[in-house]
């Protein structure tokens, strides 16, 4: 009964721990929409430390399983194994953590397509900042033409 015990406080500090990853991730869409790049990148430092922790609390659950006899087994087998008694409130942890872990998986796609949006303008307008450079012509005071270096040109004072 103390691994079990022990097993669902395991199972709580997983799903408080996705929780909070959650409101991260809604936090990481709403920066991206907003274009601020150096909050963005201090929220993927942040999700690296979720992703550690994550993985200890996943080696403590496994490590847990494995003095149960229950090695390799998913919570759904686990639940399937365990008294009458304790059914249920694993099977509440098990709906609430697939619930949290579906939710931030749809988010995560969310921000996934809109970088893949951000990134294909950032291309276009790549493109077409090429494709300007190319066709660009500076006429002098004689009337000649020449092209344009943009790589050369001065938009902002050196003194800056």
Known sequence: MDKLNNLYNILLEQLHL????????????????????????????E????????????QKREHLLKDMG??????????????DANKDRFSDMHRKIFNVLHTFKEKNNQCQDLVQIRL???????RK??????QS?????DGNSDEIDVNKMNFISKKI
Do not use: P, W
Not at 47 to 54: D, N
Not at 74 to 79: A, D, H, P, R, S
Not at 129 to 134: G, H, I, Q, T, V
């Open 18 to 45: 996705y929780e909070e990853f959650m409101n991260i991730e809604e936090e990481k869409y709403n920066v991206i929409l907003a274009d601020d790049v150096a909050r963005l990148d201090e929220i993927v430092a």
């Open 47 to 58: 999700e690296q430390v979720f992703f550690l922790k994550s993985r200890g609390l996943d």
């Open 70 to 83: 229950m090695t390799g087994k998913t919570l759904k087998e686990v639940i399937e194994c365990i008294d």
């Open 120 to 126: 294909h303008r950032a291309q276009a307008m790549i």
């Open 129 to 134: 900042l090429d494709e300007s450079k190319a």
């Open 137 to 141: 012509k500076l006429y002098f005071k």
